[in-house]
């Protein structure tokens, strides 16, 4: 991978293969599997590294809807008067 600020799109693929492989294994499991996948390059393991702390934190965060929008409640903000100053 070449050391400037622009990647290539074939980085960016490769940094995305190495990401998802990742995702299926074990957090515990990253530390060696970057090391080898990410062949010492140290830019590629901290770009993969930083994703995956990210996505262990926000966890199942876009997976999992915040509100339920059931009929009952869309009928009742409808027919909820909005009061004027």
């Known amino acids: 991978m070449a050391k400037t600020n622009?990647?290539?799109?074939?980085?960016?693929?490769?940094?995305?293969r190495i990401f998802?492989?990742?995702l299926?294994?074990?957090?515990e499991h990253w530390?060696?599997?970057?090391?080898?996948a990410c062949g010492g390059e140290a830019e590629v393991r901290s770009?993969?590294?930083?994703?995956l702390r990210v996505s262990l934190a926000l966890g199942d965060f876009l997976e999992t809807p915040h509100l339920e929008a059931r009929p009952e409640h869309v009928v009742?903000?409808?027919a909820t008067?909005?009061?004027r100053p």
């Not at 299926?24 to 957090?27: A, E, G």
């Not at 530390?31 to 080898?36: G, Q, S």
């Open 76 to 78: 009742r903000l409808t």
């Open 31 to 36: 530390p060696a599997f970057l090391d080898d």
């Open 6 to 16: 622009w990647w290539a799109p074939e980085d960016w693929a490769r940094l995305d």
């Open 20 to 22: 998802t492989q990742a």
């Open 24 to 27: 299926d294994m074990p957090p």
């Open 81 to 83: 008067k909005v009061r």
């Open 47 to 51: 770009r993969v590294a930083h994703l």
